[in-house]
């Protein structure tokens, strides 16, 4: 989708007229990374709570 844009780049700024293709491939892509991200830390979060938990049973704490 963001190389689409960038391909079509002149096309969507006569089209948009705020920002052009290239614009729009760089905040697709950002999003793109921006939902992984999302993605592996709540992946990650249970696990890093059930050790603090672990923890804290253990360590009084």
Do not use: I, Y
């Not at 920002?19 to 999003?31: E, P, V, Y």
């Amino acid at each position: 989708m963001a190389k689409l844009c960038e391909l079509t780049d002149h096309a969507l700024f006569d089209l948009l007229g705020l920002c052009s293709g290239h614009t729009l491939k760089h905040l697709l892509a950002g999003m793109a990374a921006a939902a992984v991200l999302a993605l592996l830390c709540h992946r990650v979060a249970p696990d890093w709570q059930a050790r603090r938990a672990v923890r804290r049973a253990l360590h009084g704490a």
